[in-house]
């Protein structure tokens, strides 16, 4: 409702903002969809005649918003506006063609060409059934050639599937078999952001759907091979049955732990995109770390290779460590699930950095998409096993335990004054052997860890 009523004050303060201009203004798209739909939308999307940029300029100065250029070439500029604590979007663009109606010709699905006189109001202008499709809940292609004048629009239609619950007319699904390899040709950028919305989402069965229509390894390059991408998208479903079949209320420790958790991974990172979203961007790539049989697992040169593969995609250096940190901590990670030991579990964390919980949802996910078919008796009593493990261990994470956060009883410096070590990679060694001995609860002073320093120190000498 808070969304409605802000868009609504916002359509009327561009109608009062337009009043006695000679420029013509529509209202097309996505709102009104949505609007027939009963969804609330943030965003509108505005068609004028005349210079859209600078128009577009006017109005943020009206609304109290910003004004970004977002396409030059084509004459669209946005505005970005901010009410209460929501962040609302207006695209003006301008008119292509000679009137409205070849303007929605050019769009691409028949339930986004629509439009409304701005204005003057009035019946909705829908020259192309694009109300009959809603009412039917189809995603149809508004003419033969709208895949290959823009390639993103093979991704949008699997995207606005998931997220309208629609689904794609057979004649559209044949054209995307067609033009799949249009797809290529799109920047990276906008095959990340169409991407990273769909992960938003229950990604799993519509990644299926890219994969069947022959999408998926076009956009994704690194899933070329069968085998990889058949893996990534097994791990992206188990992680979504991790999510769904873990505890989502109660007062036990376990289930606040699954709540703050669920939390956290709903946090953004970078770029609009959750935590939860990277980590399915990892989960579906995560298999290009271990495609070099030749290189030993968790090596430099297998995590640069899925490294690069995050890094193709623009993904932000945040995005990217908390990748490659979550692969490198995968064998601790399967360690810890199946041997529940404090060493197993304090390597695991301190393999993973900041990316442990991440690591761990990642090593259950694979180590569950390596079962294929119907499960066997006794793996469904396997999986309660294994989530109630790692609840246990989300419990001690959030409550800071000592093995995973272990408490630091001595310093470089106190080595080096103490014993009369020298700066090295011998002193680090030591300083993390302490700190794995603390978190198994076999030092628990600054004196027992002095001492137990000086008698490897004498050992080695």
């Given amino acids: ?83 209460r604590g929501r962040t609302y979007l207006v695209d003006l663009a301008a008119l292509r063609g000679q009137d409205i109606e070849e303007d929605l010709a050019t769009r691409d699905f028949t339930l986004n060409a629509l439009a409304r006189d701005l204005q003057r109001g009035g019946e909705l202008i829908d020259p192309h059934g694009g ?124 289930s606040k732990a699954w709540s703050r958790t669920r939390q956290h991974l709903q946090g953004e990172i970078a770029g609009g995109r959750s935590i939860l979203v990277v980590l399915k961007w990892v989960a579906l790539l995560h298999g290009t770390a271990f495609a070099a049989p030749e290189h030993p697992p968790r090596s430099a040169t297998r995590l640069k290779v899925l490294e690069e593969s995050l890094r193709r995609l623009n993904l932000s250096n945040r995005e990217v460590e908390l990748g490659t940190h979550a692969v490198r901590a995968l064998t601790q990670a399967w360690a810890l699930l199946a041997e529940y030991t404090a060493r197993h579990l304090y390597r695991a964390f301190g393999e993973a950095r900041e990316a442990g919980l991440e690591a761990l949802f990642l090593a259950l996910a694979d180590e569950w998409s390596a079962r294929e078919g119907p499960p066997e008796a006794g793996e469904e009593a396997s999986w309660k096993d294994r989530l109630r493990r790692l609840g246990e261990i989300l419990s001690r994470y959030w409550a800071r335990d000592p093995v995973i956060f272990p408490p630091q009883l001595v310093s470089g410096e106190d080595l080096m004054r103490e014993l009369g070590l020298a700066a090295g990679p011998r002193l680090g060694q030591l300083l993390a052997q302490i700190e794995e001995a603390t978190a198994e609860g076999r030092l628990r002073t600054r004196r027992e860890a002095l001492a137990w320093a000086a008698r490897r120190a004498r050992q080695r000498n």
Avoid: C
Wanted: charged share 25%.
């Fill in 1 to 83: 409702m808070a969304d409605w009523f802000v868009s609504s004050r916002t359509l009327a303060a561009i109608r009062r903002f337009l009043k006695g201009r000679a420029e013509q203004a529509y209202l097309v798209g996505g709102y009104l969809r949505d609007g027939l739909l009963g969804r609330a939308s943030l965003d509108l999307d505005v068609v004028v005649t005349g210079d859209a940029s600078n128009l577009a300029r006017g109005l943020a100065d009206a609304l109290r918003g910003a004004f970004y250029p977002l396409d030059p070439e084509r004459d669209v500029g946005r505005i970005v506006l901010r009410r």
């Fill in 131 to 254: 109300q009959h499709d809603i009412r039917d809940r189809v995603i149809r292609a508004l003419s033969p050639t709208v895949f290959q004048d823009d390639p993103i629009r093979l991704l949008r239609a699997v995207r606005l599937a998931a997220e309208l619950g629609f689904r794609i007319e057979w004649a559209t699904q044949e054209r995307m078999r067609a033009d799949a390899s249009a797809l290529a040709n799109t920047s990276t950028e906008r095959i990340r952001d169409e991407l990273a919305l769909l992960l938003a989402l229950d990604a799993a069965p519509h990644l299926g759907a890219l994969d069947e229509l022959g999408i998926l390894g076009v956009a994704l390059p690194e899933l070329a091979d069968t085998s990889l991408r058949e893996h990534g998208l097994r791990s992206v479903a188990a992680l979504a049955r991790i999510l769904a079949d873990a505890p989502t209320a109660g007062r036990t420790a376990q």
